[in-house]
């Protein structure tokens, strides 16, 4: 049954989100309706800037992180938000014993499609190099959901091992838009605005084809995929990126969990201080993250 605080947070995030994104959109304005708000800080866990093959980021570690190495790529549109906007969600992931680096990727409109995935899989390939794919974990919300997936495919065409896990929170896999529910879900989502979702694509893409599968990992091959947990909500415009994406992920002989929650906003995960799903949905990744690489260690 759904919480009382998730009747209670769409209204709040159409006023302060919503109605913003629905008005003139220019990068800076987009930005803003995203908020400027100081980093949170997370009990028991440290954040500190550093590079993983040569891209600035920031560690989320707690004391004696020990489930393993993940990389986490914030959502944003790919032109907003940070690695410091994300960390009730990469220090709620190092709470659960996981050492997170999210890298803060270049954002479009200065630095358009391939950036994000240039940054992405330089940062993918120090933590190889540095960990063993065995120990490594993937996931990304919204568009950085989009780029854990593009970046696992640009990895897979480099000749790369996979991770362990990957785990998206409503990812942004369709950049051409094709998705039922945009128009299905437009009134029900009360964060995203369907009408203006290809506004988002093209500041990004900059003329590129919108079905490219590293932008839009929906028309790639996805073979080979390591097991994957995508977690959305029934009333998000982007339901159909996630369910059409795991169904050709277990179509391609993966295996890709689907777990649809009730009643709760786009990339619901990051309000971990107010929704108890939030925290449910949190535990349900780190759970499904931590198996995998606790089944790693063990001696063959």
């Not at 949170?40 to 993983?52: D, H, I, L, T, Y």
């Not at 093959?53 to 570690?61: M, S, Y």
């Not at 709470?95 to 992405?120: K, S, T, W």
């Not at 369907?194 to 839009?216: C, H, K, M, N, W």
Request: with cysteine; hydrophobic share 45%; net charge positive.
């Amino acid at each position: 049954m759904p919480s009382w605080q998730s009747y209670i947070v769409h209204p709040v995030l159409r006023v302060l989100v919503k109605r913003k994104l629905e008005k003139a959109f220019t990068p800076s304005e987009a930005r803003a309706a995203f908020g400027r708000h100081p980093p949170q800080p997370v009990r028991g866990v440290s954040f500190k800037a550093e590079k993983a093959g040569g891209v600035c980021g920031e560690w989320a570690r707690s004391p004696g992180s020990s489930a393993g190495v993940m990389l986490y790529l914030h959502g944003g549109g790919y032109f907003a938000c940070s690695p410091a906007t994300h960390r009730p969600l990469t220090g709620g992931f190092a709470q659960y014993g996981f050492a997170v680096f999210a890298p803060a990727y270049r954002l479009a409109p200065e630095h358009p499609f391939p950036a994000a995935i240039d940054d992405a899989l330089a940062c993918y390939r120090a933590l190889l190099a540095a960990h063993g794919a065995e120990r490594l974990v993937v996931a990304g919300d919204s568009a950085g959901g989009g780029l854990a997936l593009g970046t696992l495919l640009a990895a897979r065409e480099a000749g790369l091992p996979m991770p362990a896990r990957l785990v998206l929170f409503s990812p942004w896999t369709d950049l051409a838009a094709t998705g039922a529910s945009i128009q299905a879900n437009a009134a029900r989502e009360s964060m995203l605005v369907g009408s203006r979702i290809q506004e988002v694509a093209d500041l990004y893409l900059q003329g590129v084809d919108p079905q490219t599968p590293f932008a839009s990992p929906l028309y790639g091959d996805l073979a080979g995929l390591p097991p994957t947990l995508i977690q959305v909500s029934d009333r998000e415009i982007l339901l159909d990126d996630s369910r059409r994406v795991a169904e050709k992920i277990n179509a391609a002989g993966g295996k890709a969990a689907l777990s649809v929650w009730r009643n709760l906003p786009h990339a619901w995960q990051i309000s971990q201080g107010f929704l108890p799903e939030a925290r449910q949905a949190l535990a349900q990744a780190a759970d499904f993250a931590r198996t995998a690489l606790a089944s790693e260690a063990l001696p063959a």
